[in-house]
């Protein structure tokens, strides 16, 4: 265990990832959300494949006791990444990346249901009011109203549909990591996405210009080194521990926005974003304080310990 390399790994998979999305926004107004989808997932797996030669994984690695559990989760995280990339055709990055934080306070609430997990007052006032949050980063968009744009309220629908899909992926992701190992997960995702996506084709799919080819080809490089390092990050320090700093992507998402892209982000927005993440703070808080009381009472029925 090395935190600081976990959480300067965690950083870099961050930054790549809001790298990754800037570019599927950048080619989004020509190339449809399902041929990017392909493209993030197809040039994802050359990179996920060297990486497991070079550790040695790759015959073993990518076993599997579970077909149907990689297909339900491929199903639900290819729904995921599709509707957020539509999303990011149709509203500002700092906003989708906004809406996009109510994945985790979905979970807690997906694993009560479908995981038998105890969730108890705290991790649900936190949830609640996460979703006040949610709430008030969206309420401009679904106001009824003659200067409400269709096009933003749609991209609304989508990326909280997205989060939604994510939400029910990291649920399938925690029955998998019950059998079966890291990579297997991560290079089973890549493909089945990248079969599902290429399915689009019949929706029409278009001859992105040379940029386009060229900045699509690297968000799939991207995205397949940017889950390499969470992946690693993860390894080095326990999940309570950097998981709060995926909440630099929105320092990042409004730089990028602003510079890159021109968005200026709203007051309305930047209070439901801090209200999310305070939210989502909490939650982490607390699910460490469970893992240090589990591990003491571990500890305490272990003999001789």
Same mark, same amino acid.
């Not at 991790?123 to 200067?147: D, H, K």
């Given at each position: 265990?090395?935190?600081?390399?976990?959480?300067?790994?965690?950083?870099? /998979?961050?930054?790549?990832?809001?790298?990754?999305? /800037?570019?599927?926004?950048?080619?989004?107004?020509?190339?449809?959300?399902?041929?990017?989808?392909?493209?993030?997932?197809?040039?994802?797996?050359?990179?996920?494949?060297?990486?497991?030669?070079?550790?040695?994984? @790759?015959?073993?690695?990518?076993?599997?006791?579970?077909?149907?559990?990689?297909?339900?989760?491929?199903?639900?995280?290819?729904?995921?990444?599709? @509707?957020?990339?539509?999303? &990011?055709?149709?509203?500002?990055?700092?906003?989708?990346?906004?809406?996009?934080?109510?994945?985790?306070?979905?979970?807690?609430?997906?694993?009560?249901?479908?995981?038998?997990?105890?969730?108890?007052?705290?991790?649900? /006032?936190?949830?609640? &009011?996460?979703?006040?949050?949610?709430?008030?980063?969206?309420?401009?968009?679904?106001?009824?109203?003659?200067?409400?744009?269709?096009?933003?309220?749609?991209?609304?629908?989508?990326?909280?549909?997205?989060?939604? *899909?994510?939400?029910?992926?990291?649920?399938?992701?925690?029955?998998?990591?019950?059998?079966?190992?890291?990579?297997?997960?991560?290079?089973?995702?890549?493909?089945?996405?990248?079969?599902?996506?290429?399915?689009?084709? *019949?929706?029409?799919?278009?001859?992105?210009?040379?940029?386009? +080819?060229?900045?699509?080809? @690297?968000?799939?490089?991207?995205?397949?080194?940017?889950?390499?390092?969470?992946?690693?990050?993860?390894?080095?320090?326990?999940?309570?521990?950097?998981?709060? +700093?995926?909440?630099?992507?929105?320092?990042?998402?409004?730089?990028?926005?602003?510079?890159?892209?021109?968005?200026?982000?709203? @007051?309305?927005?930047?209070?439901?974003?801090?209200?999310?993440?305070?939210?989502?703070?909490?939650?982490? +808080?607390?699910?460490?304080?469970?893992?240090?009381?589990?591990?003491?009472?571990?500890?305490?029925?272990?003999?001789?310990?």
């Amino acid at each position: 265990m090395n935190p600081l390399r976990g959480i300067t790994y965690k950083v870099l /998979s961050v930054c790549i990832f809001v790298a990754m999305a /800037s570019l599927i926004k950048a080619t989004s107004v020509h190339v449809p959300p399902g041929q990017a989808v392909f493209f993030r997932s197809f040039f994802a797996i050359p990179v996920i494949v060297t990486w497991l030669v070079l550790r040695g994984e @790759l015959r073993h690695g990518l076993e599997t006791s579970n077909p149907m559990g990689h297909l339900w989760r491929g199903l639900v995280g290819t729904t995921a990444m599709g @509707l957020g990339f539509a999303g &990011l055709g149709l509203l500002p990055l700092p906003e989708v990346t906004a809406i996009g934080y109510a994945a985790p306070l979905m979970v807690v609430v997906f694993a009560a249901m479908f995981l038998n997990e105890k969730v108890r007052a705290y991790r649900l /006032s936190a949830v609640a &009011l996460g979703l006040v949050g949610v709430m008030i980063v969206l309420s401009p968009r679904l106001s009824i109203g003659a200067e409400m744009d269709s096009r933003e309220t749609l991209g609304a629908v989508v990326v909280l549909g997205g989060a939604f *899909f994510a939400a029910l992926a990291q649920v399938f992701v925690r029955k998998l990591v019950q059998t079966e190992g890291t990579a297997a997960i991560v290079f089973w995702f890549s493909v089945t996405a990248t079969v599902l996506s290429s399915l689009t084709i *019949f929706w029409g799919w278009v001859m992105p210009a040379p940029t386009e +080819f060229a900045m699509l080809i @690297l968000a799939g490089l991207l995205g397949g080194v940017g889950q390499i390092f969470l992946t690693t990050g993860y390894r080095h320090a326990d999940a309570s521990l950097i998981a709060p +700093f995926e909440y630099t992507s929105m320092l990042l998402a409004l730089g990028v926005g602003y510079f890159i892209f021109g968005e200026v982000p709203t @007051l309305i927005m930047l209070t439901g974003a801090a209200i999310i993440i305070t939210a989502g703070v909490l939650i982490i +808080f607390r699910e460490r304080q469970l893992g240090l009381e589990r591990a003491r009472q571990r500890k305490a029925t272990t003999p001789g310990a």
